[in-house]
């Protein structure tokens, strides 16, 4: 009782005071327009409506850590404490009560806010419970708690210093500890040390200036939540300090009691914090941003392939995954020697992430070596051509951060090698164009038992048997997809189309999306003699392109069961280009050489064929294509550039549309055969026309 006549105390207090008043309608006000503006029109984005209100959240902030402040001007004003003092335990009853009275007025404030959330989303179709349970915990955390460390931080300051120096005070704390700190701090903020601890301070949105990732979801990981409980015993552990100082006469045993579980805690809270994990990390300013990790590691690894050339296929994956704080996996995989000779040892890829464990064969351990996204294996006895061995191997560790996976989110798809790989070489390579993702698919079938443990649903290309089992078979690989997404083709057509489930309007488009795709692929199975076994029966059309990557051989991978359809991060990404013909040049790689398996050697020349022939395509089928998606011919330096020029100039000007399209075809049957040589491409330029040697 005495803890509820403290609340209303609180309660009377504050709601005397206008300006308590003034701040929470005028926070309403804000939030309910700023999130109107991302409920309509081109902006409409439930995701970003949350992510883009950080400046709302850093106003909280600020007149949270005010009303700490009142609330200890108004206790010594009022002079509550020695009337508290009078009172048997009215000292615990008051600080109990205080904390209360603004648990339950920050309670209230993230149920306003959602409530208006709800009110503006939910009518526009956005209708999937786990989303807004999602945005609520959203809320709590990145809202409601930052609110409630704020005001005790203003609180604690106030009992700290008298008189008006706690104003600027406050300030410097607020522009410290709010989701736009780097901000206040302009260029200060770019230098690393200091820029990792402003990410760290901060309070709210983690990524405050990137745009939602749609598939990721909102960023709610446990790491967040034990930061913000880390700053709670921390504030807790100096209001106990400051108790100690003020009453050191008279400290009851249970005091002792709480420093030593407030020490533990955060002990055991720094230990939890050194440990590796992957959270979603873009922000520019940090090292450890998703769109730099990768870029940095592969444009200083050299792509010399010192391996001998083996010819070897893994024709069974039998595989135990788990995703916690880490990916684990144990995978038991059957290897045959397709080559001459005998072997004694093998090689796989392996991205570098992940850290093997140990290796075994009839649980006999065989040496290893890991070296980069190489992993290198001693077989226990020599292995003939045409038999087999059987391999286990553990390993554990962190994805890559453009190929996410942790307890909220999972992206592993077939060409990017989580699995052992036969195709020895590195997951990326880095090339005048920007960082590109070797394609790791398997050339040959193999038989896949998955076995998971993890954030759910869970799409991927095989079927589901049993409770966390799937299986299957694939020539291609096996894709795992995870995240904030549903299937949406609620008509039964043989596919399953899943996107994000804020892209909710993508359904409609479905139909003239699978009738374009569908005749592109029939298309080009004609022209180039490549065999499909039809549509594929999953879609997965999600955001998992990072804002550095500029290759439209990036966008789409196509193995004959499943199709996964790329995009950047962007507000309500429709699955149908406004620009038609951007899609052909986005579909071409993806049907041509990347299905067939083909391995980059010269990315330039790769994607010049797929420029070159997605705007012969749009010509022969009359889709409007100005030419603006082909190469920009730079000042002609070189016999490859004057080549490029040539061919650019020519499929331009010349107006057998046949013609051109019959060049392609031979240029293509020069991939196919393992050439990316100019020289070679010269040669057969040579006989359509006469390229000019103006060097």
Not at 2 to 14: A, C, G, R
Not at 136 to 142: D, E, M, P, R, T
Not at 532 to 541: I, S, T
Not at 595 to 624: C, R, T, W
């Amino acid at each position: 009782m005495k803890v509820f006549n403290s609340m209303n105390v609180m309660w009377i207090l504050f709601r005397r005071n206008p300006l308590f008043w003034i701040l929470l309608v005028c926070f309403l006000t804000y939030v309910y327009y700023g999130f109107h503006f991302y409920s309509t029109g081109y902006n409409f984005s439930p995701g970003e409506a949350l992510v883009r209100m950080s400046f709302a959240v850093q106003g909280g902030m600020l007149a949270f850590l005010f009303f700490g402040v009142l609330l200890i001007r108004l206790e010594e004003n009022n002079h509550l404490h020695d009337i508290f003092s009078s009172i048997p335990k009215g000292n615990f009853s008051k600080f109990i009560g205080k904390l209360l009275f603004f648990f339950i007025l920050v309670l209230l404030i993230c149920l306003f806010v959602f409530s208006i959330y709800v009110f503006l989303f939910l009518p526009k179709g956005i209708s999937f419970l786990p989303f807004y349970y999602d945005a609520f915990l959203y809320i709590v955390l990145y809202w409601g708690i930052s609110f409630f460390l704020s005001m005790l931080i203003g609180a604690l300051l106030a009992s700290w210093f008298k008189g008006k120096i706690i104003y600027p005070l406050i300030l410097f704390v607020w522009a410290l500890i709010g989701p736009a700190n780097s901000y206040f701090f302009g260029t200060a903020a770019s230098k690393p040390v200091f820029s990792d601890f402003l990410a760290w301070i901060n309070l709210g949105e983690p990524n405050p200036y990137a745009l939602f990732n749609d598939l990721y979801g909102f960023e709610l990981s446990l790491y967040h939540w034990m930061k913000r409980l880390f700053m709670l015993l921390c504030i807790s552990f100096l209001f106990l300090f400051t108790h100690f100082l003020r009453k050191r006469g008279n400290i009851e045993k249970r005091f002792y009691m709480y420093v030593a579980v407030c020490i533990g805690s955060i002990g055991a809270l720094i230990y939890y914090f050194t440990l590796d994990r992957q959270i979603y990390i873009s922000n520019s300013l940090l090292a450890g941003t998703r769109e730099r990790v990768d870029e940095t590691y592969y444009r200083a690894l050299s792509h010399e392939n010192s391996v001998p050339h083996q010819v070897i296929a893994i024709t069974k994956y039998d595989v135990h995954m788990k995703i916690k704080r880490l990916v684990e996996i144990d995978t038991a995989i059957t290897i045959v020697n397709n080559q001459k000779q005998p072997l004694d040892n093998i090689s796989l890829s392996l991205y570098h992430g992940f850290k093997v464990i140990d290796v075994s064969s009839s649980h006999k351990k065989l040496s290893f070596q890991q070296k980069n996204d190489l992993l290198n294996i001693q077989l226990p006895s020599e292995l003939p051509p045409k038999q087999s061995c059987q391999l286990s191997i553990s390993y554990k560790g962190l994805s890559s951060p453009l190929f996410f996976a942790n307890s909220r989110a999972v992206y592993l798809p077939y060409y990017f090698p989580w699995l052992p790989s036969s195709n020895v070489e590195p997951a990326f390579q880095y090339t005048k164009i920007g960082l590109i993702r070797n394609n790791h698919q398997w050339g040959n079938d193999a038989e896949i038992t998955l076995t998971y443990d993890g954030p759910t649903p869970l799409y991927t290309n095989i079927k589901k048997v049993g409770s966390k089992k799937w299986h299957g078979r694939s020539s291609f690989g096996l894709s795992v997809v995870v995240g904030k997404i549903a299937e949406m083709n609620r008509k039964n057509d043989g596919t399953q189309f899943v996107q994000p489930m804020t892209w909710e309007k993508n359904m409609y488009q479905y139909p003239e999306f699978k009738e374009r795709t569908s005749h592109i692929m029939e298309t080009i199975s004609r022209n180039f003699h490549i065999p499909y076994e039809g549509f594929p029966k999953l879609v997965v059309f999600v955001p998992i392109l990072s804002i550095n990557d500029f290759a439209v051989e990036e966008y789409i991978w196509f193995a004959s069961d499943h199709l996964i359809y790329g995009t950047s991060l962007q507000y309500q990404a429709t699955i149908l280009p406004q620009d038609e013909a951007n899609y052909t040049y986005m579909l071409v790689p993806a049907l041509t050489w990347k299905y067939k398996g083909i391995p980059i050697k010269d990315m330039e020349y790769l994607h010049l064929f797929d420029s070159v022939y997605a705007y012969v395509y749009n010509q022969q089928h009359g889709i409007p294509d100005d030419g603006s998606f082909l190469p920009r011919m730079n000042p002609i330096k070189s016999e490859k550039d004057q080549i490029k020029s040539s061919i650019v100039q020519w499929i331009k000007k010349e107006g057998n549309v046949e013609m051109k399209n019959r060049f392609c075809q031979e240029w293509f049957q020069l991939i196919e055969s393992g050439s990316q040589d100019w020289n070679e491409l010269k040669k057969l330029v040579e006989q359509y026309i006469v390229i000019k040697e103006d060097l």
